[in-house]
């Protein structure tokens, strides 16, 4: 017979997403409407260490769906990573009497929750939210979809200039290890090139298409790198050494974190956040939220956090259908 859930803890973790908090939102006002209820655990597993908790209502969350960040904050936590760190967690989970917690937050942050679950025996619902899309088997991220549009915005201002001085632009976005941001925006951005981790560079044969494309009328050409490939003032300055052009380098930096959730995010994260809970009082848990062809799921940490299979097929589905769009 599973236990009765009473009392649980929402917290954000890792970098921030925009969608947070709505799904903080979603989580609290389904919790209450179910009975629960809610502590927002500030600073992610720092503040959970720490015990900073303040109790959440409906009236708490009002007039944050719109907001980009998250209001309950976030952190990054060395002191999680040790035994000793996970220890005090715990222990700070059973003092609180919390039966469980929905984790909001990246790859990074899930596997926090896979470990509280399997050593620690907390109960977790994970949710993904970071703009990387860097989780396996859900299409989408809470975030990724704003993210996207923030770097296709720029993107298309940097065009004008791009068109106007004919030039070359490095335009570097996040995604330390992921390609998700630099495929999905290049596609949509109409870049020449995209360049992401586990790419080779052939800097010469890069060189000699943008001299081929010259040959051909081209006076203009855009290169989406991800910030765990190469700096994009680096890699500018490689190219116009091969080539002799005036390159650019343009760095989005944090400004692709910010901002407003766009609809999709809202909604995808709205849903999400009422599904967690509906999970949990079900007795499911140690799994993350997924959207598959638009119907929400439930994952298992491991699959969610180490088996990225299918998104590497498809990243190299979209770059094979930029460049042939590009030429």
């Known amino acids: 017979m599973k236990e009765k859930i009473k009392r649980i803890g929402v917290m954000t973790s890792g970098g921030d997403s925009p969608g947070m908090n709505a799904a903080t939102r979603s989580v609290v006002r389904k919790a209450v409407h179910e009975g629960l209820e809610v502590r927002g655990i500030l600073r992610g597993y720092e503040g959970l260490i720490n015990d900073e908790m303040i109790e959440l209502n409906s009236r708490s969350v009002s007039n944050i769906l719109s907001q980009g960040g ?24 059973k003092k609180n009497k919390l039966d469980a917690l929905v984790i909001n937050g990246g790859n990074g942050s899930l596997q926090g929750a896979l470990i509280l679950e399997k050593e620690w025996g907390i109960k977790t619902i994970g949710l993904p939210g970071t703009i990387d899309n860097d989780l396996g088997h859900t299409d989408y991220t809470i975030g990724s979809h704003t993210a996207v549009d923030t770097v296709l915005s720029a993107i298309d201002k940097i065009r004008d200039t ?10 570097e976005v996040m995604g330390r290890k992921e390609p998700y941001l630099a495929v999905m925006a290049g596609l949509s951005g109409g870049a020449e090139e995209i360049l992401y981790p586990g790419m080779k560079l052939d800097i010469k044969k890069l060189s000699q298409e943008i001299e081929k494309a010259k040959e051909k009328g081209k006076r203009s050409w855009i290169i989406i790198v991800s910030e765990g490939f190469a700096s994009a003032h680096v890699l500018s300055e490689m190219i116009q050494k091969e080539t002799g052009g005036e390159v650019r380098g343009v760095t989005l930096g944090h400004v692709q974190r910010g901002g407003a959730p766009n609809a999709p995010d809202r909604i995808l ?22 959207v598959r062809g638009n119907k929400l799921s439930l994952v298992p940490y491991e699959e969610a956090c180490f088996d990225r299979q299918h998104d590497k097929d498809l990243n190299e589905e979209l770059y094979d259908l930029t460049k042939l769009l590009a030429s």
């Open 269 to 290: 994260a709205s849903r999400m956040g009422a599904y967690s809970i509906d999970a949990l009082l079900r007795g499911e848990t140690g799994k993350m939220v997924a």
């Open 162 to 171: 791009v068109s106007s001085m004919e030039r070359i632009y490095v335009i």
């Open 70 to 93: 998250t209001i309950i904050k976030t952190a990054r936590s060395k002191e999680f990573m040790t035994k000793e760190g996970q220890a005090k967690a715990a222990e700070v989970v």
